[in-house]
């Protein structure tokens, strides 16, 4: 009786464990995806800048954004 309730005991620690490791790499990929975002979001920042401050320059200075998500 004390073998089963060993290899029980170790199945669940298996168990437990391994839901342990597949929460912390989910939260580990969501993290990078972030940083990725910011990074994008940056780019497009740098890339967005000089054109708005060239139409800022002249006399029709309209501007129409568009979310890049969509």
Same mark, same amino acid.
């Given at each position: 009786?004390?073998?089963? =309730?060993?290899?029980?005991? !170790?199945?669940?620690?298996?168990?437990?464990?391994?839901?342990? /490791?597949?929460?912390?790499?989910?939260?580990?990929?969501?993290?990078?995806?972030?940083?990725?975002?910011? =990074?994008?979001?940056?780019? !497009?920042?740098?890339?967005?800048?000089?054109?708005?401050?060239? /139409?800022?320059?002249?006399?029709?200075?309209?501007?129409?954004?568009?979310?890049?998500?969509?």
């Amino acid at each position: 009786m004390t073998h089963w =309730l060993i290899e029980n005991i !170790i199945g669940i620690l298996g168990i437990i464990e391994g839901g342990f /490791i597949a929460y912390h790499v989910y939260f580990l990929s969501k993290r990078f995806d972030l940083k990725d975002k910011l =990074l994008q979001k940056e780019d !497009i920042r740098k890339q967005v800048e000089p054109i708005l401050h060239e /139409i800022g320059k002249g006399r029709n200075s309209n501007v129409e954004l568009v979310n890049v998500k969509k």
